[in-house]
Nanobody
Framework: QVQLVESGGGLVQAGGSLTLSCAASGISFRNRAMAWYRQAPGKQRELVAIISSGTSTNYGDAVKGRFTISVNNAKNTVYLQMNSLKPEDTAAYYC??????WGQGTQVTVSS
């Protein structure tokens, strides 16, 4: 049974940093793309960052230059380092592993 468990969310002031983690069990990251999505109240879920082949990354325009996605295959964990956080980054953040596995989400709230 595949399980993805996110952690690291919380409340932070604008300009601060957080690191989200997504620990996977029951699945190998090998040859899979992993991603972080987010969904704010009343908005559609949007792609934040994606990593494939261990090193190839892409980011949503809103977070480019501020967020970094990385993976530790030995720990079966994908991370999202978030710097220079803004109030508009407030959302529930979800881990995704291909083909269609999702975590339960972790809330990030950025105060102004």
């Amino acid at each position: 049974q595949v399980q993805l468990v996110e952690s690291g969310g919380g409340l932070v002031q604008a300009g601060g940093s957080l690191t989200l983690s997504c620990a996977a069990s029951g699945i190998s990251f090998r040859n899979r793309a992993m991603a972080w999505y987010r969904q704010a109240p009343g908005k559609q879920r949007e792609l934040v960052a994606i990593i494939s082949s261990g090193t190839s990354t892409n980011y949503g325009d809103a977070v480019k230059g501020r967020f970094t996605i990385s993976v530790n295959n030995a720990k079966n964990t994908v991370y999202l380092q978030m710097n220079s956080l803004k109030p508009e980054d407030t959302a529930a953040y979800y881990c995704n592993v291909q083909p269609n596995y999702w975590g339960q989400g972790t809330q990030v709230t950025v105060s102004s």
